[in-house]
Nanobody, 127 residues
């Protein structure tokens, strides 16, 4: 079993920055991906960013490219999402995931039904 604990969400003004963290514990593997999805209010869940643990390849949604940066700390089994130049459209609950059975066919490591998810952290961007 893998447990994921997110932190770092909050309220920020447009143009500001936040950094989300997601720490993994329990049974992990050497080849997996970690990343973030978000669910804006009243909308479907959408991919944000991901990183392959084996080689560090990063993936971003077009809407966050150039503003968000995903990174990892191997020793701490933690992934970070640095979010800069935040917009009101970035308001959402952000969930991190970890999965070794991801599907790269959609252009990023899409988690499978076997993936582990965090509880979510709220990010609210005010104007």
């Amino acid at each position: 079993q893998v447990q994921l604990v997110e932190s770092g969400g909050g309220l920020v003004q447009a143009g500001g920055s936040l950094r989300l963290s997601c720490a993994a514990s329990g049974r992990t593997f050497s080849r997996y991906a970690m990343g973030w999805f978000r669910r804006p209010p009243g909308k479907e869940r959408e991919f944000v960013a991901a990183i392959s643990w084996s080689d560090g390849t990063t993936y971003y949604a077009d809407s966050v490219k150039g503003r968000f940066t995903i990174s990892r700390d191997n020793a701490k089994n933690t992934v970070y999402l640095q979010m800069n130049t935040l917009k009101r459209d970035d308001t959402a609950v952000y969930h991190c995931y970890l999965d070794r059975y991801v599907d790269y066919g959609v252009g990023y490591p899409n988690p499978s039904a076997f993936g582990s998810w965090g509880q979510g952290t709220q990010v609210t961007v005010s104007s």
